[in-house]
């Protein structure tokens, strides 16, 4: 909780005490939202019927939606890295 304080100052600025819960809540959701993802992806492709195989690759990310959307995806990379970079930098 210090360390939350200390990091986002949200006490400081006057943001009540179930806002600040709700906020360390967000944060907890997404460090456990954090993976390791390997292996190939599945492409469409316009000449085939059938999905193919990309090539393999490794991610290292936090996921939008752990339920609902358990894979990377580049368009919320950069808000991750906003929040994980005050957080964590080293991570």
Known sequence: EQRFEDTFG??????????????????????????FFHGRSLL????????????ESTLFTAVPSRSCFPRGFLW???FHLLLLGRWDPVL
């Open 10 to 35: 949200l006490g400081a600025r006057g943001v009540s005490l179930p806002q600040r819960r709700f906020a360390q809540a967000a944060l907890s959701e997404m460090l456990g939202g954090i993976g």
């Open 44 to 55: 469409r492709s316009e000449r085939q019927e059938e999905p193919v195989p990309g090539i």
């Open 76 to 78: 919320d990379e950069g």
